[in-house]
């Protein structure tokens, strides 16, 4: 599904590597974490993948089933699947919800050379999936984001995500900023798209989102490398002793 | 130069315009009242680059003998507002066109050609034509106006005395390059009537308009307009307004194309608890010139006022707001908001704003806010990021950016229509 060979990158504006040569692989249908200290390059990973400007890739590629992603704009990298959940959703005044779901549903479709959805069908399909993440038809007519709390805002993104239907999801801190409720509503979003192909990268700071996401894999990030790699015990083991020892150890190594 | 020098140039030159044209005849009060207008204008004179309130729109090319050529310009599409239930009255390059409108008659409606009723006697007109526009000449000249009066030679007088059902639609079409049209129209709603007004289309290569409106106690008036895509038109407007007491006044303007276009709107809120909005959403790419002139005063207690004006501006084009509230002493509990964007599409584009607040009342709200930037990056990011291309992506937050003068319009269907037209405009620039 999705391979990262030997990332490097640079902040575009000076002369800052935040990537230091990152691997990583992910599987049709697995479910992958991230976890590290602030300014890892977690955020950053994210933002390279979906094509954020201000970042210049040194070295290394990234494939989406096996095509080179970096060279394509992120509208097209959103048309071949990748979908990244915003750790900081932005706020759009004066473009309502359902217009810019329905913008973007149909702008992934016709990049794919697929058939519009239908304004009944699509109206249909948002109805369904906004209730199971309790969305009311008041939050699709008001503006994108904008006066959403917190825990609004994520749900918000999970529905975005279950109307584009990518391949490949990856959430960048959506835990932060949720209340237990919240957090708990938001996964059940993440895990009803769970279907065996489907693959996740779900970037967090803390073991209590793996409680309701649970990941195959877990990988540790520090200083612009993967660190270390290993099942769910990594998570917490990373809950009960903190980053320290596990950069410690990789020191000594 | 000399003050005196310059001034007494500026009447030379005033004079040298208006030589070789005519007062137009009529009845004897209203040759009296053109008369003195032509006094007034050349009293004052016709405004030059140095006057103030045109130091970021040329005149030149409206004060010249004669106007420039200006292409006529032949849609694909149906014109703004042909599905609209409307009642039809057409100028053909600033002339009435008898066969091509509908009948000058409706329910709870009066229509009259204009130079028929300044040969008639009718009380209400004579108190209307021009008498605004003297009023308004305080405390800043508008000379072109002052040159409608005097020399307008086409326009209709409309009386509204109950509720009108459909709007009367003024529809101006040009026809030769060459074109000059000065009308002039005199609106008054009577008490607890209702009326709208729609105008669209280009009018002449040079087109100067006043329309002079009274919006009597518990009446309501609404005015939307779209100004010719005719690029290489020039137009100067005037709208002049009183609103009355529990009143409503509401104007909105669309203007997409036009190398030179001024838009002054002076509004005066006489009566209590009234409310009285213009707006504007205007959309120019290169050689494109736009300024809205308004000035909003206030006479009145518990009154709302509401300026909202925004600008797409892309490839050098350039919009300006010359915006001002007045609240005189005793216009207590006034509530007046005023806003001014320009949206630039690149780095050549250009937005020029005076707001203005002068208040002498001490129990008022009064906001105002002017800002001039970019696409918001993070918002087109985040487009992006779903899917959606960025040119796309660019005339969606365009159109949201002109959300809110758009929302000024209370008629769903007019909106919907004037939408659809922001959104040809976009989609056309997309296309090459």
């Not at chain 1, 779901?101 to 479709?109: E, S």
């Not at chain 2, 005033?14 to 032509?38: C, F, H, K, N």
């Not at chain 2, 006529?72 to 409108?101: C, M, N």
Request: hydrophobic letters at 40%.
């Amino acid at each position: 599904m999705l391979e990262i060979k030997n990332l490097h990158v640079k902040l575009e504006e000076e002369d800052k590597q935040i990537l230091k040569g990152v691997d990583l692989k992910v599987g049709e249908g697995e479910v992958h974490a991230i976890m590290g200290p602030n300014g890892s390059g977690k955020s950053t990973t994210s933002y390279v993948l979906s094509g954020r400007d201000g970042y210049e890739v040194t070295e290394g590629e990234v494939l989406l089933d096996g095509e080179n992603i970096l060279e394509l704009e992120p509208e097209e990298r959103a048309a071949a699947g990748l979908f990244l959940a915003f750790q900081y959703p932005v706020e759009i005044p004066g473009v309502g919800n359902m217009t810019f779901l329905r913008t973007a549903v149909n702008a992934q479709r016709k990049a794919r050379g697929e058939e519009e959805l239908s304004a009944t069908d699509f109206l249909k399909e948002i109805r369904a999936k906004a209730k199971s993440l309790k969305i009311d038809a008041e939050m699709l007519k008001r503006p994108v984001n904008v006066g959403f709390s917190g825990g609004e805002k994520k749900r918000n993104e999970i529905l975005q995500m279950a109307m584009l239907e990518p391949k490949l999801c990856i959430l960048d801190e959506t835990d932060s900023g949720l209340d237990v409720d919240a957090m708990k509503l938001v996964s059940e979003g993440v895990n009803a798209l769970r279907d065996g192909k489907r693959s996740f990268i779900v970037i967090t700071h803390y073991q209590r989102l793996l409680d309701h996401i649970k990941p195959d894999v877990v990988h540790i990030m520090s200083n612009g490398r993967i660190i270390k790699t290993g099942g769910p015990e990594l998570a917490l083991e990373v809950e009960n002793n903190g980053y320290a020892d596990l950069l410690a150890e990789v020191e000594q190594a | 130069m000399k003050r005196a020098e310059l001034k007494q140039r500026k009447l030379d030159a005033t004079s040298a315009r208006v030589e070789g044209m005519t007062l137009p005849a009529g009845a004897a009060w209203a040759e009296a009242l053109r008369q003195d207008a032509l006094n007034r204008l050349l009293a004052m004179g016709l405004p030059q680059g140095r006057d103030e309130y045109w130091r970021w729109t040329r005149p030149d090319t409206l004060n010249a003998d004669a106007p420039k050529l200006a292409t006529v310009f032949v849609a694909k599409e149906a014109p703004v507002f042909s599905g609209i239930d409307r009642l039809k009255i057409v100028f053909v390059d600033g002339v009435f066109d008898a066969e091509a409108s509908d009948a000058l008659d409706g329910e709870n409606l009066e229509i009259m050609r204009l130079s028929d009723a300044l040969s008639a006697d009718i009380h209400w007109v004579k108190d209307a034509y021009g008498v605004q526009e003297k009023k308004a000449q305080t405390p800043v000249e508008r000379p072109f106006a002052t040159l409608n009066t005097a020399f307008a030679t086409d326009g209709v007088v409309i009386r509204a005395t109950g509720k009108v059902a459909k709007p009367v639609s003024l529809i101006y079409l040009h026809r030769n390059e060459t074109s000059d049209a000065i009308l002039h129209h005199v609106i008054r709603v009577e008490e607890g009537a209702e009326l709208t007004v729609l105008e669209n289309g280009p009018a002449a290569a040079r087109f100067n308009k006043v329309m002079e409106v009274e919006v009597a106690d518990k009446a309501a008036f609404h005015h939307v307009r779209a100004q010719g895509r005719d690029h290489e038109r020039r137009a100067v407007t005037h709208i002049f307004g009183t609103v009355g007491q529990e009143a409503l006044f509401k104007s909105f303007t669309m203007t997409a194309n036009g190398v030179l276009t001024r838009n002054e709107v002076v509004l005066d809120i006489q009566g209590d608890d009234s409310m009285a909005h213009v707006a504007g959403a205007a959309l120019g790419d290169g050689d494109f010139h736009h300024d809205d002139t308004v000035f909003i005063t206030h006479d009145a207690e518990r009154c709302e006022s509401r300026q909202v004006f925004k600008k797409v501006l892309r490839n050098g084009a350039k919009g300006v707001f010359q915006g001002k509230i007045l609240v005189k002493a005793g216009a207590q509990k006034t509530d007046g908001y005023q806003i001014s964007q320009g949206l630039l599409l690149d780095g050549d584009s250009q937005f020029l704003a005076k707001p203005e607040l002068e208040i002498y009342a001490d129990d008022v709200a009064c906001s105002h806010g002017s800002t001039v930037g970019a696409i918001d990056e993070d918002a087109l990011f985040y487009l992006r990021s779903r899917g959606v291309p960025t040119a796309e992506a660019t005339d969606l937050l365009t159109l949201a950016f002109l959300a809110e003068a758009i929302e000024e319009i209370e008629d769903e269907a007019i909106a919907e229509d004037i939408l659809h037209r922001l959104e040809g405009w976009l989609t056309r620039r997309r296309a090459g």
